[in-house]
């Protein structure tokens, strides 16, 4: 690279370079908020103690698309107080401002307008995070340049071709062509290039006599297949070119031996990852440029947050990190501490020599393991420090793969132990549901019988108030239940009815209360099972015993077989009862269906067999 004597004249340029101030950043966090704002003012302070000729931003002075109105005050504050003043303007422009500025209310430099007094121009391209959208196309670069405190260029009017039309400077006998591109989406402006639908006009006259400058803010590393801009699809007339979008600092123009020009990339002047090309020095660029020569003097940022990084390989240590040691994670955890306390001690000893620094630092300790069959990610989980755990793949042994599979396998034989036992708990509870279904049957049989008899002995003439008492005990809610089946007297159920409301003796008769057999009430479901399981497997048959009220209704005559037959009964009653025959069974509370040979616990209502 060719070098220039660094001399004040009337021929040098003297540019101020900067990227990615990201003004805003963290602004909400009580230690961090202020960060940008103070680095911001470092910068605009550098070029005004270094009388510049104007001060070049390579895009993302904001770092959200709408900063909010402290980031804005910030912003304009600082710009009044370093960009404003009766220092005269020592370049001039000779291209046409009208299309450099088309998108502007005010297409001309702002140290040309006679409303405002400007000592340190500001060109700015803008970036990702704050370009511009909605309907008109606005971004907040656009206030800068309405309240003309800075001058906004290198905006795209069309998304199918692009012309980039550069701002020709100049200052005695150097003349720079500026040209500018703001963020587009990498996909896009890679097909674009290789479409041949970017153009990068020059000047018709003296075009070798043109320092020409270049900047940009896009994916410069390859993130993907179209996911970055290649260095070989700029223009090789090019002299310099600065790359915003770009974190680390790399303000060292390095040379593109294929396309013959220099590349530049300043870095942010804000930590806002946590990732290694943040932990190098923040820097700013001093660029003289004296015809087509040019020196670029680094400066480095004093009020920049100090960002450390440090990876550890467990590896390296094998005292420290044995896998037979039961207190491995302690050991670790311990040596993590101590080098974390290390990096604190360097971060406040070079703090010392720069009070303008901020007190507290950014560390990251990182931890990798080579070769290991051992995870330390326990020593990650505990909280009670934070770091990133990496594996280098190319390193990795077989162990850990075979200790993983174990894992698996061991997981599926717990999840298969747990299904079967489940399966055991659900077989369980469909035995003791039919084991009490088949009770509810015999039941339900004797009862049948019993009514035979009631109804035998009711029909020689005898009156239901001279049963004996141990007759009496039989009747219940499984002979009323029955009420409604086929083959009952209409005659009958309606001498009930007036029998129920004749006399108050039978009232008093039908309020006594009897301790029968257990009769369930209705056939028991899987839920019923599985709690009965949980209770008192048992004497499960307990739980379903109920007080049976004697209501003292009339004794109807059920046609049903001896044992074999299974007859499923609810509990619905039926206050008014028809004289229809047994058609309307349903209607009244009996269910009739087939009955299979085995219980079925997910069916919502029991079935019976009719004989």
Not at 310 to 324: C, G, Q, R, T
Request: hydrophobic fraction near 35%; proline fraction near 4%; charged fraction near 25%.
């Amino acid at each position: 690279m060719s070098t220039v004597n660094s001399q004040d004249d009337e021929d040098t340029f003297k540019i101020l370079i900067a990227t990615d101030i990201h003004l805003g950043y963290m602004e909400k966090d009580p230690v961090r908020g202020n960060d940008t704002f103070v680095t911001f003012n470092e910068i605009l302070d550098n070029a005004q103690k270094n009388e510049v000729d104007f001060v070049l931003l390579g895009g993302d002075l904001f770092h959200d698309n709408k900063p909010s109105r402290k980031t804005i005050h910030a912003c304009l504050q600082s710009l009044r107080k370093y960009c404003m003043g009766d220092r005269p303007i020592q370049f001039e422009i000779l291209s046409d401002q009208a299309v450099n500025f088309y998108n502007s209310m005010f297409p001309w430099v702002n140290y040309q307008d006679e409303n405002l007094n400007i000592s340190i121009p500001v060109f700015s391209i803008h970036g990702n995070h704050d370009d511009p959208t909605g309907a008109d196309a606005l971004c907040a670069l656009d206030i800068l340049s309405c309240a003309g405190l800075l001058n906004h260029f290198g905006r795209s009017a069309s998304v199918e071709k692009i012309d980039i039309s550069p701002i020709l400077l100049r200052k005695g006998r150097t003349k720079i062509a500026l040209y500018g591109l703001g963020a587009i989406p990498d996909e896009r402006l890679y097909r674009m290039f290789v479409n041949k639908q970017v153009t990068m006009l020059r000047p018709k006259e003296d075009e070798d006599s043109w320092f020409n400058l270049f900047v940009i803010h896009q994916n410069r590393s390859k993130h993907g297949a179209t996911n970055y801009i290649p260095e070989q699809f700029l223009d090789d007339f090019i002299n310099l070119v600065v790359w915003g979008h770009e974190h680390e600092c790399k303000i060292a123009p390095c040379k593109n031996e294929q396309q013959c020009f220099y590349v530049s990339q300043p870095g942010s002047s804000v930590v806002t990852s946590l990732s290694p090309g943040e932990a190098v020095k923040k820097h700013i660029g001093l660029l003289h440029v004296r015809g087509k020569k040019m020196k670029m003097q680094k400066i480095a940022l004093e009020t920049v947050r100090t960002f450390y990084m440090e990876d550890i390989v467990l590896a390296d240590h094998p005292d420290l990190f044995n896998p037979d040691n039961p207190k491995v994670t302690q050991a670790i955890q311990a040596f993590c501490m101590e080098k974390v306390e290390m990096m604190l001690d360097n971060a406040e000893r070079e703090r010392l020599g720069n009070p303008r620094q901020p007190g507290k630092p950014l560390i990251r300790l990182r931890i990798m393991q080579v070769a290991l069959n051992h995870s330390v990610s326990i020593v990650l989980a505990r909280g009670t420090w934070t770091g990133w755990l990496t594996q280098k793949t190319s390193y990795t042994s077989s162990g850990i793969v075979n200790r993983k599979r174990k894992m698996v396998r061991k997981f599926r034989e717990s999840r298969k132990k747990n299904a079967e036992e489940e399966d055991e708990e659900v077989r369980e509870a469909m035995t003791r549901a039919r084991a009490h279904r088949s009770e509810d049957a015999v039941l339900v049989t004797a009862s049948s019988d019993e009514e035979a008899m009631d109804t035998g002995m009711k029909g020689s003439g005898d009156s239901d108030d001279g049963f004996p008492a141990a007759v009496t005990r039989g009747r219940g809610r499984a002979r009323g239940r029955a009420r409604g089946a086929r083959g009952q007297n209409p005659t009958a159920r309606g001498s009930s009815q007036r029998r129920r409301g004749s006399s108050g003796r039978e009232s008093a008769t039908s309020s006594r209360t009897y301790k029968p057999v257990s009769v369930p009430a209705k056939n028991m479901s899987i839920m019923d099972a599985f709690k009965s399981l949980k209770t008192d497997p048992l004497n499960s048959s307990k739980s379903y015993s109920e007080d049976i009220i004697d209501d003292d209704s009339d004794v109807e005559v059920v046609s049903s077989a001896a044992s074999s037959s299974k007859v499923n009964l609810r509990l619905s009653f039926t206050p008014s009862l028809g004289k229809r025959g047994s058609q309307s069974q349903t209607s009244r509370g009996v269910d009739f269906e087939s009955d299979e040979d085995e219980f079925d616990p997910f069916q919502s209502t029991a079935t019976s067999r009719r004989k």
